[in-house]
């Protein structure tokens, strides 16, 4: 595996292939948090236990009005290692640790997503692939796994199952919260984002 498995490559390629596929939800990337204006000088700072690598939230009209759908993205990737070997200077590339990352996209779920997504480098071995799968479904049901495949494309391995814990009025906070003044480190927000109409 080379250097397009790292955590910063894997971030840029699932913004890239999200924000292509989903043109009319909203995007932020590396989301910490938000804050509010006290008074004239003064910010009060509402941080996350762990931030959103990659968030989208999705509006769909229902019957019964719009429904709002937040959607939390947990990226892990290869760890560089550089090193000396026989005197010379050598960069090899350690993949993630089996399961790593699937706390973090739990506190997602905690933080009010209702989909939590894993994103890692497609395991090298199947059996890999499957004990992850069973490890998932037999501790950690909600949270979905993708995989970067060598190909560079992004499989949905497991789909995420929905937190039943999220509730719309949360996630309405939340998001305005974030237009308001988020802290993060990219946006992309549709007209109905902007128009606050959700």
Request: with cysteine; proline share 3%.
């Amino acid at each position: 595996m080379s250097e397009q498995f790292t955590e910063g490559k894997i971030h840029s390629a699932l913004w890239d292939y999200l924000t292509k596929s989903y043109e009319q939800d909203c995007f932020v990337s590396n989301w910490k948090g938000w804050s509010y204006r006290v008074g004239k000088s003064q910010r009060e700072k509402t941080f996350f236990y762990r931030e959103y690598d990659v968030a989208r939230f999705h509006r769909e009209q229902q019957p019964y009005g719009i429904e709002l759908s937040l959607y939390g993205y947990e990226v892990k990737g290869y760890e560089r290692i550089r090193g000396k070997l026989k005197g010379e200077r050598k960069t090899t590339y350690k993949p993630p640790a089996f399961g790593l990352g699937i706390e973090q996209a739990l506190l997602l779920l905690y933080q009010g997503a209702d989909f939590a997504y894993l994103v890692i480098p497609e395991p090298e071995l199947e059996s890999d692939r499957n004990n992850l799968k069973e490890f998932c479904e037999k501790f950690a049901r909600n949270i979905g796994t993708i995989f970067l495949t060598e190909h560079g494309t992004f499989w949905e391995f497991r789909k995420a199952e929905k937190n039943l814990h999220a509730t719309e009025d949360r996630k309405k906070k939340m998001l305005t919260s974030l237009i308001a003044g988020g802290q993060l480190r990219d946006i992309k927000m549709p007209v109905w984002c902007k128009k606050q109409e959700f």
